[in-house]
Structure formats: structure tokens, C-alpha cells
């Protein structure tokens, strides 16, 4: 009986169920893909464990009926602490992106659109004006630039600059096999992992075809677009940039400005002084070096550096409303998902985005609740027992 619920029911109760639902709905490929992780996923799994670790400080009697979640995030009014984050994901839904940026703006809240995302920016901002263009440091300068003022006059509304990608993503699972450009060889290849997922390839053959694997957004408005691994490889040639070209960077951006992937409190402070309106504490997912900590170990020590000079933001293990008002509670403005909201999308399109948060707005409004706080805004740190050495485990 609960199985036929289940079957005919596209909600889902948690992010986990999404996640099994992606998993027999995505071709294997598809689905490791958004697993990902570098090498042995140490990382990967911190991330998810360490807000496992910290336990919530309840408390009963003179709770407030009402309970606020509105936030502001580099100049964007949202309607909960939880912005989507940028992931060069391809594949997942023909919609993609757009998908994406429609189920965040129906639920008051901005998107990062990563410079390789399958959609073009001019798109997905038609979807959610409250959108923020991710661009790798690749190309020259003049390069750079043009992608910026492209995302300009789309009408992005702020910069994420990412910086914690190394080339260290061999995995102990074994990395699926990605295609340059989907041809008759690459798709006869696939063909078996598609068969096996009949409502996957449906939904791809009503849209017009298997994806391409291009990038639309790293190529100037009218050239032809990059296929995702020639933008790789253009990322790779390219030396990674000092702080004085993230300054010049500064100059070219007036809106804005988040550095995303710091896990230091020394970088921290870097991004202050390079006049960055934001920073995301972040292992990019635990897709940089594996065995750096959980991002929400990183926090605290963070906060205390450079708290009252900018805004702090985390990505990193979100699973639930719970996980977001612990990182507030530790000092975080708001948070950014990737894999949860990637798991809603495979499971159901823009509907699966959507559900996802609201998955994470009733669990942070019952954890507003419990801790008998009226608003986000109002989470103290004494909200959270946090075990002793939590930010130098992992
Ligand atoms: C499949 C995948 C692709 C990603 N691609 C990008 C990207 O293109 N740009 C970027 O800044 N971060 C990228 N990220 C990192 C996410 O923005 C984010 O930091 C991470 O997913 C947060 O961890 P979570 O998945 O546990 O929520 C990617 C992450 C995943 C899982």
C-alpha cells in the first residue's frame, strides 16, 4: 500500500527520499556524477557528518506564533536563508537550469548559475531576475571580461567568483565516463545505461534529443558554445589568478562580489581587503582537496575573523532546515545547496526543486519553533551545542 502512495505521489518527505528517487531515475552516469567527490570522499562525508555532530538546545513555553525567515543577500531580499548554488551540472533535466531558476524564484529565492551550466544566462535571469553568474578564472582578462559583461547585461544581479577547483578529482569509486560531444558513437555507448532508464530518456527525446554537453555561457553572445570539456581545459591552461588580478576582477564587477570556496580564516580576511561583498565558506562540495574539513568546521573560526566586514555565507552538506539553522547559528547569513537540489530536479523537474525547499523551509520553521526564536535573524549561537574540538575535527 505505502509503495503504490509512493509511486503515484511525486512529493517527497525529505531530501533523502529525492535522492533515492534520483537514483532510479538518472542513468548511473548521470547519477555518480552528481555524487561526485574527489578521491576517497572524506570530505564528501564530512560534510554531511559533521552537522550530525551538533546537537540543538530547545527550548518550551513562550514561543512565538510567528517566525520570520526573510534575509538579505548581497543587495537580494529572500524569503528564506537558502539560495541555490552554481553546479556545472549537465543532463540531469532537459529543463535544466531554467528549471531550477523558476522553482527558486516561485519560492522567493536567488540562484548562482554556474559558467558551465547547460542554459544561457540570458534564460535563466528571464526566469529569476535574482540571479548570480559563478565564473571560473579562465581565458585571458579580455575573456574574462566579456563573460562578465555578458552576464551584466543579461541582467545578473552579483558575481561568484570560485577559486577551489584543483585538478584532484579522481575518485576511489571510479569517475564515470563523460563524452566531449554527444555523436552517434558517444550515444551508442550510453544507449544501454538509457534503456535502463525509460522516463529519463522520454523526457529527453520529447525535449528534442540527448543533451549536447555544451556551455553556453563561456563563449561571447553569438559564438558557437563550448563543449564542456573544451571550457575545462581552457580553465586548466589557465594560471590560476593572484589577488591583484581578483582586485582588477573587483573593478570589472561593480554589483555584488562573492568568493566562493574560502575555508580560511588568512583568505577571509584576503577577500575583505580585495573588497568582495561576500564569501561562501565552502570545499566546492568536497570536490577540492579530499580531506579538508567540513565547511560548517570552518565556519566559526571565520565568523570571528572577518564576521562584521562581510558576509558569510556556507555551502556544504545541507540536507535539511535543521543543517541551515545551525550554520546561522554558528554565524552563517544564509546557505547554498547543490546536491539536494540537484536530487529534486532528476526526481521532478522544476516541482522537485521547489519541494526541496520547501523541505527546507518547514524544517527551518520547526526549528524556530523548538528553539523559540521569532525570526532567522534572531538564531544565537547558544541555540546549538557544538562538541568540544568540533572545528579541528574531521
Ligand atoms: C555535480 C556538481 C557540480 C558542481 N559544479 C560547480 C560549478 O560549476 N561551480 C561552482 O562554483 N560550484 C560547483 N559545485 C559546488 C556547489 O556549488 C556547492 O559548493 C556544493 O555542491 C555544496 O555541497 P552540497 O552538494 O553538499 O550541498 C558543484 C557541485 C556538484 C555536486
Redesign the pocket.
Known sequence: MTKVRSLSNPWFESVAVAQRRAKRRLPKSVYS??I?GSEAGVTLAD?VAAFAELGFAPHVGGASASRDMTTMVMGEQISLPVLI?????QSVHPDGEVAVARAAAARGTAIGL???ASKPIEDVVAANPQTFF?LYWAGSREQIAARIERARAAGARGL?V?LDWTFSHSRDWGSPWIPDKVDLKAMLRMAPEALSRPQWSLEWIRAGGPPDLSVPNVAPPGQPPLTFFGAYGEWMMTPPPSWEDLRWLREQWHGPFML?GVIRADDARRAVDAGFTAISV?N??G?NLDTTPASIRALPAIVEAVGDQIEILL????RRGGDVVKALALGAKAV?????Y?WGLAATGQAGVENVLDIMRAGIESALLGLGRPSTAEIVREDVIVPPGFSSRG
Do not use: W, Y
Not at 85 to 89: E, L
Not at 315 to 318: A, E, M, Q, R
Open positions: 556524477a552528481l561526485a560534510n548554488s552554481p553546479t556545472g551540472v554556474s559558467s558551465f559563478q561568484i570560485t566562493k565552502s566546492h562540495g570536490n555551502d556544504g552538506g545541507i547554498m545547496i547543490g546536491r539536494a540537484l
